[in-house]
């Protein structure tokens, strides 16, 4: 006898079925015992009359691992309207009688560091289970709609021989007696790579040696990246954004299960995401806290939050473009706004108030790199390999990276960006 899945239960009344999974819950009433079977894809309930012969099954601790034969029943109070009768049970590994996390709540109470703490345990919990299967569903909506756009997915190194992309906060790493590092992101890699294909993708992990003890902020994280050639400017790269995140979305509204467990509100995505220029938005975050930002490089979380509500009041949307950043506040190959010195052609895109995206288009003349370089005092020996594409014929190009963990916790409520990451990665956690 093959066995089954609880969620396909309902579909075998009558037939006799062979189930296996985790025991998550057991109560008695009078005289008939009733006992949740949890896997993969959900539970079922197993029904034991006084004169069952599962006697082991009564007094077994909570997550033993058990497979299940008996008859499936049709009920409608039943988890997907079936149960089993007349089991007979196989005990396949006996759990420690002290699980420590509770299971059996709808949802979690132990608090996060608890949580994480015994993590493979926690995403045990339907609800948890629930979010990371939103986490997969938008990893494979990303590589559809970039698949669907000419794209081909590359995987570039982890391990790099310096750590030029911009920043400090770099981890670095013994390899074989000599210093190397774990890479920022794959974003030079993917540029030379714009010269082989035109059009590349990443998912991947990326690292930052993250000062920050935020519920935005992790040590290592899934990025989402993508490159293209042959751009306009950084307006056709965010015509992909858009339609990157609008491929995520429906992969995610597919999970009709998930989505009603979580309580998600699925966003509205417009055929044009709106956007706003950087000097506008700071004029906007003034009128709206009346804190003076206009001069700042940058935006603030408090500040994302102020235009994420802005948007939601005058566009009725959850998602954000502001574009323009100063360049000062961009690495060194982000293409300059020709029309406005000291500002870039890149963005950010919001989403309901935090940023997700980052991206823009790049230098693509070997000569502008170079004075790029010197403009900010960088040497061009450890970028070799990389100015080597631009010597031999660039196109213009661009890019973005969205980050997974931060795009699932906002999807799906969670308070903190660990609560969206399986094993998360700070500066205080390095297990399980």
């Keep these: 006898m093959e066995r089954i899945l609880t969620s396909e239960l309902a579909a075998y009344a009558g037939e006799r079925v062979r189930l296996a999974g985790w025991l998550q819950h057991r109560r008695e009433l009078g005289r008939v ?28 601790p909570l997550e033993s691992v058990i497979e299940v034969e008996g008859e499936a029943v049709a009920s409608a109070q039943a988890p997907g309207g079936a149960e089993l009768h007349a089991p007979r049970v196989r005990v396949l590994a006996r759990a420690e009688p002290e699980v420590p996390i509770d299971l059996r709540r709808p949802r979690l109470a132990e608090r996060l ?3 994480l703490d015994h993590a493979a345990i926690a995403c045990r919990h339907e609800r948890e289970r629930a979010r990371f299967r939103v986490a997969s569903a938008s990893l494979a909506g990303f590589r559809a ?84 050639g042959f751009v306009e400017d950084h307006t056709t790269v965010m015509a992909v954004v858009r339609e990157a995140v609008a491929g995520m979305l429906e992969r995610v509204e597919a999970l009709s299960e998930a989505v009603g467990l979580l309580e998600i509100e699925l966003p509205e995505l417009p055929a044009e995401i709106p956007s706003v220029r950087f000097e506008e938005a700071q004029l906007l975050i003034e ?56 500002f870039s052609n890149s963005f950010d895109l919001l989403f309901r108030g935090m940023e997700i995206v980052t991206g823009g288009q790049r230098l693509h003349r070997y000569e502008d790199y170079r004075a790029a370089l010197a403009a900010r005092g960088l040497p061009e020996e450890p970028l070799t390999g990389y100015l080597e594409t631009f010597r031999y014929g660039m196109p213009p190009h661009g890019g973005f990276a969205l980050g997974l963990e931060r795009w699932v916790a906002l999807l799906t409520g969670a308070a903190n960006v660990r609560e969206a990451t399986l094993f998360p990665r700070d500066r205080g956690r390095l297990t399980p």
Excluded at 35 to 60: F, H, I
Excluded at 189 to 205: A, D, I, N, S
Aim: hydrophobic share 40%; glycine share 10%; aromatic share 10%.
């Design 33 to 60: 015992t009733f006992v949740v079977l949890r896997d993969g894809r959900g539970v079922a309930q197993v029904v034991l009359g006084e004169d069952d012969d599962a006697a082991e099954l009564r007094e077994l």
């Design 287 to 342: 009128e709206d806290t009346g804190e003076r930002v206009v001069g700042e490089p940058d935006l603030a979380p408090a500040h994302e939050r102020s235009l994420g509500s802005w948007a939601g009041r005058e566009h009725g949307c959850d998602f954000l473009f502001v574009v323009g950043y100063p360049l000062e506040k961009r690495p060194f190959y982000t293409y300059p706004d020709p029309a406005r010195p000291g």
């Design 145 to 228: 709609a970039l698949d669907g756009l000419g794209f081909t997915e590359i995987q570039t190194p982890k391990l790099v021989a310096s750590a030029t992309e911009g920043g400090a906060n770099v981890f670095e790493v013994d390899f074989f007696g000599r210093p190397a590092y774990l890479a920022q992101s794959p974003q030079l890699y993917k540029q030379m790579l714009v010269g082989v294909f035109e059009r590349v993708y990443e998912t991947g992990p990326v690292f930052r040696a993250e000062p920050h003890e935020t519920g935005r902020h992790l040590a290592e994280y899934v990025s989402l990246d993508a490159e293209l």
């Design 113 to 115: 560091a608890l949580r």
